[in-house]
């Protein structure tokens, strides 16, 4: 479970002028209510497990630009996204339904496409959001590949049951997206649109080089 909060949505709402957040994965509804506080236009988060959906939608009830949406997030996202008109900041965190409020193990459930979403929900964005600026926020990424994650390398029974690759984000956002790793808490996968990430990052003294921008994370010093 990542931490939303480490990051500076109002700085990315500004700088590539995103008016709508979409999260998978609500459970409390903790990224929703960071969320809540910066300048979104609308909120959505959907939630597979009914319990975990329900008591999230009792939170958010008079926050009437949230709306918790219950389903598996590959088909709620194609069912939403294309009544979504303008750029967004997606969260996708919905791995492993039910574990982190023990109300099912990591490696429970025969589907893993339910267990470990990640890979579909691309390939529904990358294909429904081609007109958009989007901005991605993917946590976990020890599930994919070992490294100095803070929090250390994934537990064996939250290991992928084939291949652990992030290939498929390249090959869904490689193009278009400048791609960087963090690897605090349990790792995170950003995702900014080359474009805007080149000019909100450009320096006079590099205009003849070729020099890659410097990452930039997007961080707050200490989560909220």
Request: net charge negative; with cysteine; charged share 25%.
């Amino acid at each position: 479970m990542g931490a939303l909060n480490r990051f500076d949505l109002c700085r990315i709402i500004k700088e590539y002028k995103i008016p709508y957040f979409f999260e998978t994965g609500t459970f409390w509804g903790d990224g929703v209510a960071y969320a809540l506080q910066s300048p979104f236009k609308r909120l959505f988060s959907v939630e597979l497990v009914p319990e975990i959906a329900s008591k999230a939608a009792s939170r958010f009830i008079d926050n009437k630009e949230v709306c918790i949406l219950e389903g598996d997030s590959v088909s709620v996202l194609g069912q939403e996204l294309p009544y979504v008109k303008g750029n967004c900041l997606f969260w996708l965190d919905a791995h492993f339904p039910g574990a982190d409020a023990g109300l099912a193990a990591y490696n429970a459930g025969a589907d893993e496409d339910l267990r470990l979403p990640l890979e579909k929900e691309l390939e529904v964005i990358s294909r429904l959001r081609s007109n958009y600026k989007d901005v991605l926020i993917l946590d976990d990424l020890r599930i994919y590949e070992d490294g100095p994650f803070v929090n250390g390398n994934v537990p064996a029974d939250a290991l992928p049951g084939e291949n652990r690759t992030i290939d498929f984000i390249y090959r869904y956002f490689g193009e278009t997206h400048q791609v960087m790793k963090c690897y605090l808490d349990e790792g995170y996968i950003l995702l900014f649109p080359r474009v805007g990430y080149k000019r909100n990052h450009f320096k006079w003294s590099n205009l003849f080089k070729k020099v890659a921008p410097e990452e930039d994370h997007y961080l707050i010093n200490e989560p909220v």
